[in-house]
């Protein structure tokens, strides 16, 4: 099969995150065209984006075209990378008066620097290794604002104080 990718060049898209892109769609073992392969290759492309900072990367369309007599697809994909992006706000939801210092102070990333979703993991982690939080969600907004600055929204909820006694016990 082919996969043929469009929307990316003169888009603003490094040259070294196209060639990944390429090197993504080459490592796709070529076999039966199914949906997890299909959706795999996806995320990959928008994970490959992403990486090179643009963080609200996604695939605008995708078209199949099988050909029944060489059992093959041809796979055509519009992507839509957005703007380049960097670090905004940080927006806390479900804290308490108080916590929002301690949530802001375990940021791996200030605003401002280049928007890397490994810092988002990476913050994530940092929230639930304090033990007072449950459900800690770390995410990009959906819009950059002004120079690109996306936000990140931080959704946590405390752990109910009986929790922490029982842990404890």
């Known amino acids: 099969g082919v996969v043929q990718v469009s929307g990316l060049r003169g888009s603003g898209v490094p040259e070294e995150t196209l060639d990944l892109i390429g090197d993504t769609i080459i490592g796709i073992p070529a076999r039966k065209a199914e949906s997890g392969t299909i959706s795999e290759l996806e ?3 928008v994970r490959r984006l992403n990486e090179a900072s643009f963080a609200l990367a996604k695939v605008k369309s995708r078209e199949l075209v099988a050909d029944h007599p060489t059992a093959t697809v041809t796979v055509r994909m519009e992507l839509e990378p957005g703007p380049s992006c ?3 706000d940080i927006q806390i939801r479900g804290a308490r008066r108080g916590e929002s210092e301690i949530v802001t102070a375990r940021s791996p990333f200030k605003a401002g620097e280049k928007f890397d979703p490994a ?5 994530r982690k940092r929230l639930e290794q304090l033990g007072t939080f449950t459900n800690v969600r770390v995410e990009a907004g959906d819009a950059p604002g002004p120079e690109g600055r996306i936000p990140v929204l931080v959704s946590i909820r405390e ?11």
């Open 119 to 123: 810092m988002l993991l990476i913050y």
């Open 43 to 45: 995320r990959k492309i």
């Open 159 to 169: 752990v109910p104080p009986d929790a922490e006694v029982l842990d404890k016990a």
């Open 86 to 88: 960097v670090f905004g």
